[in-house]
């Protein structure tokens, strides 16, 4: 079992991070629209901890474009006000879309 190397809370969501063998963070975020199923990110060890320290300080540090700018803005919110891209598809324009079309979301490993 890997263990959890970070801990973010944006929110209500509570997203966990899991260091990989190959030095990458993985982070996985729950999302309400699919339960089955979580969104993951990858991102550097500095990348995961400056994402911990905006989560603990109330988004003290460089902006969220600054911390992952390798990432597509729906992704970015994520880790901004603690909403997926279905999520904010449901809220705001009109219901969620397949979840192969958002290509960030992994199955539940015990429940696909």
């Not at 973010?8 to 629209?33: H, P, T, Y």
């Not at 089955?36 to 320290?53: I, K």
């Not at 994520?78 to 324009?93: I, L, N």
Request: net charge negative.
């Amino acid at each position: 079992m890997i263990k959890c190397a970070y801990e973010i809370q944006v929110g209500r969501k509570s997203i966990s991070g899991f260091l990989m063998k190959d030095g990458r963070v993985r982070l996985l975020c729950d999302c309400d629209v699919f339960p089955h199923a979580c969104v993951q990110v990858f991102v550097t060890p500095a990348q995961a901890e400056e994402l911990v320290v905006r989560a603990e300080y109330r988004h003290k540090g460089r902006l969220i474009q600054d911390v992952l700018p390798d990432h597509p803005k729906a992704i970015r919110d994520v880790f901004a006000v603690g909403v997926t891209p279905a999520e904010w598809d449901e809220m705001f324009e009109g219901g969620a879309k397949p979840i192969a079309q958002y290509g960030c979301y992994k199955y539940d490993d015990e429940n696909a």
